[in-house]
């Protein structure tokens, strides 16, 4: 579990210092863009009130209550779950990686009412009119590795074992 609480930790500061940095010190928030390597990465401010790409937006101070509810739950039960299945290294780090995404957008929620959103990447003529932050990059992160490293072979040491086998006398 050392694994889970240690990828947590690094992806919920590199989390809060991407966020700071373009809030105070490339002063993102008045600018309200910044092209990067234009088109592919570009910094543009959102302020996100919902889930992912604005899903469930609410302006109202109760969805924000909800969605800090629902991400504590979320990671809670993560936590529960990998620790109960003992997963092995990868799935740690992923579980880590998937719950430090979802409290550094908490942080936010609690500290500004909204979710800080900033990176915008297009490509080959296509224009992306959504931002997202490192946290959304590491909970869709976190949740994919999950997924790839939580099946049978994926670190299970019950699985691993097999099936257990009775004596015959």
């Excluded at 010190?25 to 401010?45: A, H, K, S, T, Y």
């Excluded at 109202?60 to 779950?81: P, Q």
Aim: with cysteine; hydrophobic share 50%; charged share 15%.
């Amino acid at each position: 579990m050392r694994r889970l609480a240690l990828s947590a930790l690094i992806t919920l500061a590199l989390d809060q210092a991407s966020k700071l940095g373009v809030i105070h010190l490339v002063g993102l928030r008045e600018r309200g863009e910044v092209n990067v390597i234009d088109p592919l990465l570009n910094f543009r401010w959102a302020e996100n009130r919902g889930m992912n790409f604005g899903l469930f937006y609410s302006e109202a101070d109760l969805g924000r209550w909800l969605l800090v509810a629902l991400a504590l739950l979320i990671s809670g039960w993560v936590i529960h779950w990998v620790r109960q299945n003992q997963f092995g290294t990868w799935a740690q780090v992923s579980a880590g990686v998937l719950v430090g995404g979802a409290i550094g957008n908490v942080i936010d929620r609690l500290a500004y009412g909204y979710v800080a959103d900033f990176l915008n990447m297009s490509c080959c003529g296509i224009e992306n009119p959504f931002s997202f932050n490192v946290a959304d990059v590491a909970i869709f992160a976190g949740a994919l590795g999950l997924v790839l490293f939580t099946g049978a072979s994926g670190g299970n040491k019950a699985a691993k074992a097999g099936p257990k086998r009775r004596k015959t006398p």
